[in-house]
C-alpha cells in the first residue's frame, strides 16, 4: 500500500508561485510515475504534470507548461509541483497519483494510488 499526502494548497493571489508537496509512505517503489492532477468544480479531472521516479523525465500538460514545475526528491519519498505564474482558471483541488511503469502518464484512470488532494484557489 502507498499513502500519499498533498500539501501547500491554499488562497493565491494571480501571478503568486506556490509550491505543493505531496509525500509519498508504505512502499511507493523506485519505478512509475508520479503525477499532478486537478478538478475544478464542474470540471473533469485533468492531467497536470507527471516526473518518472527513476529516471526523472517530465510532462506536461499545455496549460501549464512554461508556468509550473514538477520535481522529486527520492530521498524524501517527496514530489513537488512549483506553480508560477498563476491564473484565476488554475483554481481546483490538486491531486498527486503513483503508478506503475509502462502506463499512458495523462490518463487518470492509469494510477493506481492518489491523495486527498489540496484545494488551490488564485484571486484576480
Known amino acids: 500500500q502507498v499513502q500519499l499526502v498533498e500539501s501547500g494548497g491554499g488562497l493565491a493571489q494571480a501571478g503568486g508561485s506556490p509550491r505543493l508537496s505531496c509525500a509519498a509512505s508504505?512502499?511507493?517503489?523506485?519505478?512509475?510515475?508520479m503525477g499532478w492532477f486537478r478538478q475544478a468544480p464542474g470540471k473533469d479531472r485533468e492531467f497536470v504534470a507527471v516526473?518518472?521516479?527513476?529516471?526523472?523525465?517530465?510532462y506536461y500538460a499545455d496549460s501549464v507548461k512554461g508556468r509550473f514545475t514538477i520535481s522529486k526528491d527520492n530521498a524524501k519519498n517527496t514530489v513537488y509541483l512549483q506553480m508560477n505564474s498563476l491564473k484565476p482558471e488554475d483554481t481546483a483541488v490538486y491531486s498527486c497519483?503513483?503508478?506503475?511503469?509502462?502506463?499512458?502518464?495523462?490518463?487518470?484512470?492509469?494510477?493506481?494510488?492518489w491523495g486527498r488532494g489540496t484545494q488551490v484557489t488564485v484571486s484576480s
Open positions: 497519483a503513483r503508478s506503475g511503469a509502462g502506463i499512458t502518464v495523462f490518463r487518470p484512470q492509469e494510477y493506481e494510488y
Open positions: 516526473i518518472g521516479w527513476s529516471a526523472g523525465r517530465t
Open positions: 508504505g512502499q511507493p517503489g523506485s519505478s512509475g510515475y
